[in-house]
């Protein structure tokens, strides 16, 4: 679903994107261009805020579900 709700935007930008008027190569590649410098920001900008928002609410701590201490397992029997 999510797929749909990005592709039919892109798809827009594309067709108005490709009904410019006059559109030669060097102005398609300040437009490619502008498009990186864009995709860039999105990209920090949305980390910054995913890493502000887990600094905010942090993962709780590890609860063990077993309730009895842990032996270490390449201890050897004793009376060998």
Not at 8 to 20: H, K, N
Not at 61 to 68: G, K, L, W
């Amino acid at each position: 679903m999510l797929t749909f709700a990005l592709y039919f935007p892109g798809s827009l930008g594309i067709s108005l994107l490709q009904d410019s008027i006059g559109s030669d190569f060097s102005d398609l590649g300040r437009k490619l261009l502008g498009g990186f410098a864009v995709a860039v920001v999105v990209a920090i900008a949305f980390t910054i805020i995913k890493l502000r928002l887990r600094d905010k609410n942090p993962p709780p701590a590890f609860i063990s579900v077993t309730s009895c201490k842990e032996e270490d397992a390449t201890s050897k029997p004793p009376g060998d």
